[in-house]
């Protein structure tokens, strides 16, 4: 499926690999790397969609 912006997104099938939690964290008083604190923004920001 497309979602636009050239990203694709593709089922996985449950026999290849086993649900899992995915958790974003960062070291107290440390920062990320700028493609990394993108990344993980995206991230929280699509599971929060997702989630209401």
Do not use: K, T
């Not at 996985?12 to 920062?31: F, K, W």
Request: overall charge positive; glycine content about 8%.
């Amino acid at each position: 499926m497309m979602l636009g912006d050239g990203f694709a997104s593709r089922p996985i099938d449950p026999r290849d690999i086993r649900p899992g939690n995915l958790v974003l964290c960062q070291m107290r008083n440390r920062s990320l790397p700028v493609a990394a604190a993108i990344f993980a923004e995206w991230i929280a920001q699509d599971f929060g969609r997702q989630q209401a």
